[in-house]
């Protein structure tokens, strides 16, 4: 079975720093990108960066570009999500997904189940 | 452009069929893709290319497109089709991004 399995819940205090992770099986990993994806409270899906575990080739969101870090370690099929130092505003659920590329088609599937992020003093 | 605009809300009786829409300038380009997200959950794709379902997912889900506009329909709509629906097509600029709509909440009554 494809699956993405993600880290548990963090809570943290602004100014703090984290690194979650989003772990491929059943798949050749190093094959596909992995895209993240942010989701705040109460509000839509936001695409945020890609990365290419094969050569850790990385792409963002203008939105997120310098906000945070993707990274991958191709050896244990993980991609990761990291930021430097925390913001209140940076609470919310992120979730990895796969994508799959085809011609003109292209789509994110499977998903990891989220990771909740609580970024509070 | 690298904007996907989705109507806030719909809703649908149930067993009557109700089409979710998704406009933007990077589907004259590429084919979206739709996600469903119930309360909690992740998404999950239910509808890729140009009318593709993933395994599982009921034949009432279909999709189509039209110039700058992507369609999901869903024929004869069920409780459990209450949920948000999104639309994610990559970005025209030639990059490698994506882009989501703003998702839609659809009501079955």
């Known amino acids: 079975e494809v699956q993405l399995v993600q880290s548990g819940a963090e809570v943290k205090k602004p100014g703090e720093s984290l690194k979650i992770s989003c772990k491929g099986s059943?798949?050749?990993?190093?094959?596909?990108?992995i895209g993240w994806v942010r989701q705040m409270p109460g509000k839509g899906l936001e695409w945020m960066g890609i990365?290419?575990?094969?050569?850790?080739?990385?792409r963002y969101s203008p939105s997120f570009q310098g906000q945070v870090t993707i990274s991958a370690d191709k050896s244990i099929s993980t991609a990761y999500l990291q930021w430097s130092s925390l913001k209140a505003s940076d609470t919310a659920m992120y979730y990895c997904?796969?994508?799959?590329?085809?011609?003109?088609?292209?789509?994110?599937?499977?998903w990891g189940q989220g990771t909740l992020v609580t970024v509070s003093s | 452009s690298s904007e996907l605009t989705q109507d806030p809300a719909v809703s649908v009786a149930l067993g009557q069929t109700v089409r979710i829409t998704c406009q933007g300038d990077s589907l004259r380009s590429y084919y979206a893709s739709w996600y469903q997200q119930k309360p909690g959950q992740a998404p999950v794709l239910v509808i890729y290319g140009k009318n593709n379902r993933p395994s599982g997912i009921p034949d009432r889900f279909s999709g189509s497109s039209s110039g700058n506009t992507a369609s999901l329909t869903i024929t004869g709509a069920q409780a459990e089709d209450e949920a948000d629906y999104y639309c994610n097509s990559r970005d025209s600029s030639g990059n490698r991004n994506w882009v989501f709509g703003g998702g839609t909440k659809l009501t079955v009554l």
């Open positions: 997904a796969s994508l799959l590329e085809w011609g003109d088609y292209n789509w994110f599937d499977p």
């Open positions: 059943g798949y050749s990993f190093t094959s596909y990108w």
């Open positions: 990365i290419y575990p094969g050569d850790s080739d990385t």
